[in-house]
């Protein structure tokens, strides 16, 4: 059992405490005291007016904060929410908080959130995200609602971005897991998310948590699981998401946690998505929102240089990784100007797909290339800033069908690289 | 034999609610009287209460359930007479055991002569017995109590062509408190039984006494100097006497009606329960801990009187709407059993049934701080009859045994004021004294042990509380001490097992015997204490330092 070695004593005894649960909130942590004050504000004036007949406990799992977050968490009392909301809690709320390592791995934090979920027979388990300071209280309704009220078991959320945010997951995950398990989820990697307590359950005797480098993206497995293992599946909207400027610019290592571990996901998923063509719209709950259009700087010269000095250094790397002609054609784009730039959609499908089968084969470390993806990746973000300079709303989520459609078109042309045809 | 009126007898009773008309029938009338109740009285001795609260026995139309008295210094008829309840009173006094009897001081029937008198002519000399007014917009800053079938606390009288005052029904014009007259009257009244050898009074509706423009007529200043000034009488000519309050009031409204020690001995904690009901429902302590720490200290010599069910609908006036409509969604999901803003149910059928939570139940009331009254027919977990009218439901006939009416009455069964209960669950055939006396494990058995010890320890009537918060919200832990006396107190409220760990570091050294069954615990050390609990399991452990 995970459990038995995962979760310390004091932790433990806590969870005794606490018993069984209707709905756990899981924090993962790591010194976030300036966010994390109205962030457990919000989930506590959620629960008390969304949830206020449910057993619920705040449970953090906190990876060495040095700036007293855990303290923070647990010393919040909810009778100043009910000051403020006039709201009134019929039951104790537990706030408890776990440190299960002294540095932060996310996917140890959430697979210590699930196993006391498991624990306590939580019905409905839900994910929130330290930083997310734009979060209000019914996004702990919209999340958990669908699992409690329409016994869905993932609820996978949908932010209201700006239309050049969250380029990664538009222009790579979102089409790939889409056309590799042919579900329609459009965050497979979120910070927020809500499960069901059979989910978790499941989840939790999974292999890959096994592997550190799997373990790093544990929510897109999460999100593989629930799919390949016919669990109900929705998406809910939710609102602005706050852009944590944590982290942003490690793009290495956000690609090796989502990117690395979607194709790592595709060795033992094979029979599975091999039979697997096109897909399906995943139900979606709630107002849907417009996409923010603000213009914005973007230095979109320095992207170029950025991919034509990738595509050039990286060569011999990409010999082992690409097709001739796709090396080829990459070559001659990172030759144009910024004004004539264009990396188009189905040249990026095909060297999305190249690199998932290199990845599958290790021609090379599997980490250097996933990492050498990242100067490719930066050249598809610049094409997408070019093209969708004055596009609506309707035209960005026009351009995503259609890459996603360019994806499942060329899904064949993946086989044929697992087969090794190519 | 009068009992000796001992001070402050009433911090370590035990209270028996009893009707006279439901408990037992002597003359085949099918109405319970006072012969036969005095001939039930080894049984409430047997029980092991040391007193009987008595509602309504006065002559009445009985419009609502003798709260609509028309004669305070007889009995109705169809309970017997005077003398009837001189004997009574002294068979039970033999018995140790004390009377307390309704004075529904607030308000007459309006077929009492006072009120015959007073409505007569304008010139009446009882004309200002009761509250008269030209108009009807008079007080209009009071709330209407009975919403559900009065449109104003004013009623049209056509013989006198004045509008009368009433806080209740229409029929029960209130009596004027500002008049010394009145006052003088009422004292007489309770003078009277007070020197036949009751010894208390529960007095019905005690913040409505006193009107005032401007104000919401209710908990006036006013109204303390009537109870202040009947308290002084009290002590003054029957000292010992007890006057309990029933205002149904928050805790922090509900402690000036206690003064300085100088209104009332004791007052209804009404908050207090259904918050047991929501503890033990929600698996969490928070309800119960909350409300007794708003709960202000009251005089030395007072105390709160605590129960699980009554006559009256399981109240949730003083509860939020959300903790109202939680508990109608858990105790009341059928309409049927809903009445004005409570649950008309018994304890067991509230509970399902289950003894173990009807153990827990009684097992919280006779150790949290206070006089607990139980409410008769629930030491046998009868059951209720949610057709009947009204309250009338929770008033059936006493079930003696699985004979002719349930041993209440030999008359016709449907000659009864009320149906006995029938049903296979609940009735008589299966919820019977006779029946349960005769077994060791039977509820009624277990209530006379649990009474039993209660009695052993002073520590219940009149120590101290202190509540330990264990992070198991689940487990509600509390020390009574009163001198050298202590003891720990701890309820499961879950329907599972559950540990917990207790901070008696403060007792260290102590060794625990468990009351019920004697048995000696671990000695309490610098470690946390630990107890595992069976599912709403409770102990009451008795410290000692040896």
């Known amino acids: ?130 930083d997310s300071t734009t979060i209000e209280p019914d996004w702990l309704q919209k999340l958990v609602r669908p699992i409690y009220a329409d016994n869905f078991d993932l609820v996978s959320p949908i932010y209201r971005r700006h239309k050049f945010e969250g380029v990664l997951m538009r222009d790579l995950l979102y089409p790939m897991t889409r056309t590799i398990y042919g579900y329609g989820v459009r965050e497979p990697y979120a910070s927020e998310f809500a499960i069901s307590g059979r989910l978790a359950t499941d989840f939790l005797t999974k292999e890959f948590w096994n592997d550190e480098r799997s373990r790093a993206g544990a929510e897109i497995y999460l999100t593989i699981a629930a799919i390949t293992g016919n669990y109900r599946v929705c998406q809910s909207f939710l609102g602005p998401k706050a852009h944590s400027d944590r982290g942003a610019s490690d793009l290495v290592a956000a690609m090796r946690r989502t990117v690395g571990a979607l194709f790592s996901s595709l060795d033992s998923n094979f029979p599975l998505w091999s039979t697997i063509v096109g897909s399906q719209p995943v139900p979606t709950l709630g107002a849907q929102f417009e996409v923010m259009l603000e213009p914005v700087r973007v230095n979109r010269k320095r992207l170029r240089e950025m991919f034509a000095t990738g595509v050039a250094q990286l060569e011999p790397v990409f010999r082992s990784i690409l097709s001739v002609s796709t090396l080829s054609e990459l070559q001659k784009i990172a030759a144009l100007e910024v004004d004539q730039f264009i990396y188009p959609a189905d040249l990026w499908t095909k060297t999305v797909f190249e690199f998932a089968a290199s990845y599958h084969k290790s021609v090379i470390s599997r980490d250097h290339i996933v990492q050498a993806l990242v100067p490719l990746y930066r050249g598809r973000t610049l094409t997408l800033l070019l093209e969708n300079r004055g596009s609506s709303g309707e035209d960005i989520e026009r351009n995503l069908e259609s890459l996603c459609g360019d994806f499942e078109r060329l899904k064949p042309y993946l086989l044929e690289l697992w087969a090794d045809r190519k | ?366 150790s949290l701080p206070g006089t607990p009254i139980i409410y008769y027919g629930d030491e046998i977990g009868m059951g209720d009859n949610v057709y009947l009218g009204d309250r009338n439901g929770v008033r059936t006939p006493m079930q003696w045994s699985g004979g002719w009416n349930g041993g209440f009455s030999a008359a016709d069964p449907e000659s009864l004021y009320s149906p006995a209960i029938l049903n296979p669950v609940y009735g008589f055939q299966a919820v019977n004294v006779l029946s349960q006396k005769r077994s060791q494990h039977s509820l009624l058995s277990w209530m006379k042990h649990i009474i039993q010890v209660r009695r052993s320890s002073p520590v219940f009537g009149s120590g101290s509380i202190e509540f330990l918060y264990p992070a198991n919200h689940r487990v509600l832990a509390y020390v009574r001490q009163s001198g050298k006396e202590t003891v720990l107190v701890v309820n499961n409220l879950s329907s599972a097992a559950q540990a917990v760990e207790l901070d008696l570091r403060g007792y260290k050294g102590n060794i625990l015997i468990e009351m019920f069954g004697r048995n000696v615990f671990p000695r309490i050390g610098d470690l946390p204490y630990l107890l595992t609990m069976g599912p709403y399991q409770f102990y009451w452990f008795k410290l000692r330092r040896i």
């Open chain 1, 1 to 130: 059992m995970a459990e038995e070695t995962l979760l310390t004593d004091d932790f433990l005894r806590q969870l005794i405490n606490v018993g069984e649960v209707d709905i756990l909130v899981g924090l993962r942590t790591h010194n976030n005291a300036t966010t994390i004050e109205p962030v457990i504000r919000a989930i506590q004036a959620g629960i008390l007016k969304c949830f206020p007949r449910e057993r619920v406990v705040i449970i953090n799992a906190d990876g060495g904060s040095q700036d007293r977050t855990p303290e923070r968490i647990v010393g919040a009392s909810i009778d100043d929410v009910w000051s403020v909301s006039k709201v009134y809690a019929l039951r104790t709320l537990h706030s408890i908080s776990t440190r299960y390592s002294s540095s932060p791995e996310p996917g140890t934090a959430l697979r210590t959130i699930l196993a006391a979920a498991e624990l306590l027979r939580a019905k409905a388990c839900v994910v929130i995200s330290p």
């Open chain 2, 1 to 366: 034999m009068s009992l000796k009126r001992q001070a402050g007898w009433y911090k370590d009773a035990i209270i028996y609610q009893v009707h006279v008309r439901t408990f037992s029938d002597s003359n085949g009338d099918g109405i319970g009287d006072f012969q036969g109740l005095a001939q039930r009285l080894d049984y409430v001795q047997e029980l092991g209460v040391t007193a009987i609260w008595l509602m309504p026995f006065y002559p009445s139309p009985l419009r609502d359930d003798g709260y609509d008295i028309s004669d305070y210094r007889s009995v109705h008829p169809s309970y017997g007479t005077l003398e009837d309840f001189k004997t009574f009173l002294s068979v039970a006094h033999d018995r140790g055991i004390r009377v307390v009897i309704e004075m529904v001081a607030n308000h007459t029937s309006d077929q009492h002569p006072w009120f015959l008198e007073s409505r007569s002519s304008q010139s009446n000399p009882r004309r200002d017995w009761y509250v008269w007014s030209d108009t009807d917009t008079r007080y209009s800053g009071t709330r209407i109590i009975f919403l559900d079938t009065e449109m104003s606390n004013w009623a049209w009288d056509p013989i006198s062509k004045s509008y009368y005052w009433h806080r209740f029904f229409s029929h029960q014009p209130d009596l004027n408190y500002d008049n010394p007259a009145v006052r003088e009257e009422m004292w007489n009244v309770m003078k009277f039984w007070l020197e036949l050898g009751v010894d208390g009074f529960r007095l019905d509706a005690v913040p409505y006494l006193i009107e005032r423009e401007g104000t919401s007529c209710e908990n006036l200043p006013e109204t303390h100097d009537v109870i202040r000034e009947l308290r002084k009488k009290v002590d003054d000519q029957f000292p010992g006497a007890m006057l309990l309050a029933e205002a149904n009031q928050w805790p922090a409204d509900l402690r000036p009606y206690f003064g300085n020690g100088d209104e009332f001995h004791m007052a209804f904690h009404f908050p207090l329960m259904p918050r047991m009901f929501m503890g033990l429902r929600l698996e969490d302590r928070k309800p119960i801990t909350e409300i007794l720490q708003q709960t202000p200290e009251i005089p030395a010599s007072c105390q709160w009187c605590l129960f699980l069910r009554n006559h009256d609908e399981l109240t949730l006036e003083m509860v939020t709407d959300i903790e109202r409509d939680y508990m109608y969604d858990l105790y009341a999901s059928d309409k049927t059993m809903r009445l004005n803003l409570g649950i008309r149910r018994r304890l067991a059928p509230l509970l399902d049934n289950d003894r173990r939570r009807i153990e827990l139940m009684n097992g919280m009331l006779l």
